[in-house]
């Protein structure tokens, strides 16, 4: 088993910046992908980037191109989420995701364990 732990939300200014981090414990060696998606209240959760094991390939979510960025660091079993110029749209609850695959998929079904979220608020 694996367990994911969000942390790093809050409330921000539009135009902020936050740094979300996700620790990975347990069976962490089985993790290719490391994913993050978030979800706005009564939308569904959608993606918004991932990264391989290495750290060599990533994919964003189009709505965070340029803005985002995603990076882990091995040795820490840790996945980080940098957000800059945060928009209100990006308010949501942030989930940490992991897949056993080494394919970068951007859909909920293809990831296997999931952290509890944390909620970012971008206030206008």
């Known amino acids: 088993q694996v367990q994911l732990v969000e942390s790093g939300g809050g409330l921000v200014q539009a135009g902020g910046s936050l740094r979300l981090s996700c620790a990975a414990s347990?069976?962490?060696?089985?993790?290719?992908?490391m994913g993050w998606f978030r979800q706005a209240p009564e939308k569904e959760r959608v993606f918004v980037a991932a990264?391989?094991?290495?750290?060599?390939?990533?994919n964003y979510g189009d709505s965070v191109k340029g803005r985002f960025t995603v990076s882990r660091d091995n040795a820490k079993n840790t996945v980080y989420l940098q957000m800059n110029s945060l928009k209100p749209e990006d308010t949501a609850v942030y989930y940490c995701a992991g897949r056993l695959g080494s394919d970068l998929h951007t859909d909920t079904r293809s990831y296997d364990y999931w952290g509890q979220g944390t909620q970012v608020t971008v206030s206008s």
């Open positions: 990264i391989t094991r290495g750290g060599g390939r990533t």
């Open positions: 347990g069976s962490i060696f089985s993790i290719a992908t």
